[in-house]
């Protein structure tokens, strides 16, 4: 089949919009609490009801690409996250924020689904181990941009006069004075209704899924569910993102409440090097695991992402803003070893077992809400320690995981 590698650079661009759009959330909380007076607890909800959204849409979504194909559920998702974006912009208060929130989470969900079969097929099958990569390295990169972003709107808004450009003079006039960081979701809704335009006008390859890719009926579902390593590594997945996101998410205020940062510089800057080394982590990773046991791996990066992580609530200051970034490192193999160990530990039915982990990703909505649950009885530090509990499950999965197919190491 000819190879379309106008739409792998498209799909490379689709991933760095999901990124962007889904952990902007992370430097946006402390201010998110200050606009809208919420707690902890409350605040928890913003990144729950984005991810819970993946929980409800993952499976359906599988099933709906293959009834309406790649291209409307591309423009959908797409199209639904350009009217979130613009109802909560005209409407901005928490409960809309977390309507428009789950909106934009269902339709990333969609995209998720879809766009990785396109990517085999448009890039070629025997190439798609490193058009994954770089799609990875689009997907972080855009995560390292987006709160310095959010950094350089939030500081300049209130006075466009002093930067002299055209998009702060414009965009200064759309938002309330008070909530400057309602900006970024004015770039969403310009940002989407782009890539509706792009997407609409371009012919997209017939994606033709192997019989073990395609997303299967509720009975094939229920049968994968009555083997006990489906679920151990569905809750692999979930305490994966949950840890992610139970980091990112609570950076920013972590520094703020604890070392007296502006969470609008110092954090959104420690934020981003969360991601930016979480993206360099994952090249780090291929090598390692080209010379060791993919479990030996994930035993060794969990242990030493326990190890900073404890650096990073105990430790100065100065030595937390070193050691969130560096927890971000150590998390950036625990995907794709966990994904791969349970892919291979299954012998029929990979499509709809992939639909069954991709809904592990609502990790990302339990785990930080319970951690602000218990920050505001407790305070963040202790809050933040329940990661120790997820990532002591991700340590475990390199003990007791046996996959019927080894990753090939060269040694």
């Not at 019989?211 to 009975?219: I, L, R």
């Not at 970034?325 to 499509?351: D, K, Q, R, T």
Request: charged letters at 10%; aromatic letters at 14%.
């Amino acid at each position: 089949m000819k190879r379309n590698y106008f739409v792998v650079v498209l799909i490379f661009i689709i991933f760095s919009v999901i990124s962007f759009l889904t952990n902007i959330i992370n430097p946006l909380i402390p201010d998110v609490m200050k606009s809208f007076h919420l707690n902890k607890t409350l605040a928890g909800l913003l990144p729950f009801s984005f991810f819970i959204a993946y929980g409800v849409m993952s499976i359906p979504a599988g099933m709906m690409v293959e009834k309406y194909r790649e291209k409307k559920m591309m423009v959908i998702p797409f199209m639904l996250a350009c009217v979130a974006a613009l109802v909560f912009v005209f409407f901005p208060s928490f409960p809309v924020y977390l309507i428009s929130l789950f909106a934009i989470g269902a339709g990333m969900a969609m995209l998720q689904v879809t766009i990785n079969p396109l990517l085999r097929v448009s890039g070629g099958e025997e190439h798609f181990a490193v058009t994954s990569v770089i799609a990875q390295l689009f997907f972080g990169g855009a995560s390292y941009l987006g709160p310095l972003l959010y950094s350089y709107l939030v500081r300049n808004l209130p006075d466009p006069s002093e930067d002299g450009n055209i998009f702060l003079h414009t965009l200064s006039g759309l938002v309330p004075t008070n909530l400057p960081w309602i900006s970024l979701y004015w770039v969403f809704a310009v940002l989407t209704f782009l890539m509706v335009l792009v997407i609409s006008i371009i012919r997209l390859p017939r994606v033709e899924l192997k019989e073990e890719e395609k997303v299967g009926s509720w009975d094939i579902h229920k049968k994968l569910f009555k083997n006990k390593y489906v679920i151990l590594y569905f809750i692999g997945i979930f305490t994966y993102v949950g840890s992610e996101q139970g980091v990112g998410n609570w950076i920013s205020k972590f520094l703020s409440e604890y070392h007296g940062f502006d969470p609008q510089v110092v954090g959104a800057h420690t934020v981003s090097l969360f991601w930016g080394l979480l993206t360099i982590g994952c090249f780090v990773g291929i090598i390692l695991l080209k010379l060791f046991d993919s479990r030996k791996v994930l035993i060794g990066a969990a242990s030493l992402a326990i190890i900073t992580l404890t650096v990073a609530l105990t430790g100065s200051g100065n030595v937390a803003k070193v050691a969130f970034p560096l927890v971000g490192f150590f998390y950036s193999v625990m995907w794709s070893i966990i994904f791969s160990l349970a892919l291979n530990s299954v012998a029929e039915y990979h499509g709809s077992f992939s639909g069954i982990l991709c809904t592990g990703i609502i990790g990302g909505a339990i785990v930080p809400l319970i951690i602000g649950a218990i920050a505001d009885h407790l305070g963040l530090r202790v809050g933040m320690m329940f990661l120790y509990l997820t990532l002591g499950y991700i340590l475990s999965v390199g003990f007791w995981s046996k996959p019927l197919i080894k990753n090939a190491t060269i040694i």
